[in-house]
């Protein structure tokens, strides 16, 4: 499958800094990817979504100006965390949807996490 | 309502026999997709299975198979011959039809079953 990578894949942080993760396909393009948050023992919680090219699309509930997603083109989307407080610490995994057409079988790929702590 | 439900919040398996974990979904779409995923405590999320609506046969991969019964709307995943390596978490995810106003590719998950092999 196609691979896609987070950086840092772990951050501590003092509380009141942003932090930023990177999300990147490897070798494909990504039309579109998916920011999610994972809390100890929980399900993912999906934050947003990223389409290259224009504005992200925030759930319900999810702070637009707290948590920045970029996805300045077709392999790279970030996510920010802005004055990041410790309730934030979580993990956060990012999906990348392959652009391609049609509706197939194993078309999102998924980072390996990012591990924010904010102290 | 949930779309996606995974009532074992645990189960255990001895090593080598088979185990079974439930999966139930709720969609009016005729078009869906169900998948299982794998997250072993490094936090990857690792695609083990898919199931299309239209596919008549369930699916299989190695190990794993998919047991779907669509009147029932039930996902369940076999894993057979079960290998202290299957210890991990395990999410079943449903991805809807193209629908408008819905975001091509998001994924529903339960909240999944954490599966513990012993020897």
């Known amino acids: 499958g196609a691979v896609v990578s987070q950086h840092p894949s772990w951050v501590i942080c003092k509380s009141g800094t942003s932090v930023k993760i990177e999300c990147r396909s490897l070798?494909?393009?990504?039309?579109?990817m998916f920011w999610y948050r994972q809390f100890p023992k929980q399900s993912l919680m999906l934050m947003a979504t990223?389409?290259?090219?224009?504005?992200?699309?925030?759930e319900q509930g999810v702070e637009k100006d707290k948590f920045l997603i970029n996805h300045a083109s077709l392999t790279l989307s970030t996510l920010t965390v802005t004055s990041a407080h410790p309730e934030d610490s979580s993990f956060y995994i990012c999906?990348?949807?392959?652009?391609?057409?049609?509706?197939?079988?194993?078309?999102?790929?998924f980072g390996p996490g990012t591990r924010l702590t904010v102290l | 309502a949930q779309k996606i439900t995974q009532t074992q919040p645990g189960m255990f398996v001895q090593e080598k026999e088979a185990v079974t974990l439930d999966c139930t979904y709720d969609t009016s779409d005729q078009s869906y997709g169900l998948f299982w995923y794998k997250q072993p405590s490094s936090g990857e999320m690792i695609f083990l299975i898919y199931q299309g609506s239209y596919d008549e046969q369930n699916a299989t991969e190695g190990r794993y198979s998919l047991n779907f019964q669509k009147a029932r709307k039930s996902a369940n995943l076999v894993i057979s011959a079960s290998q202290l390596g299957d210890s991990a978490m395990y999410f079943c995810?449903?991805?809807?039809?193209?629908?408008?106003?819905?975001?091509?590719?998001?994924?529903?998950f339960g909240r999944g079953t954490q599966l513990t092999v012993w020897p």
């Open positions: 070798d494909f393009q990504a039309t579109t």
């Open positions: 990223s389409n290259e090219g224009s504005k992200a699309t925030y």
């Open positions: 999906s990348a949807r392959e652009n391609r057409g049609g509706s197939r079988s194993n078309e999102q790929f």
């Open positions: 995810a449903m991805r809807e039809g193209p629908r408008r106003g819905s975001t091509l590719g998001r994924l529903y």
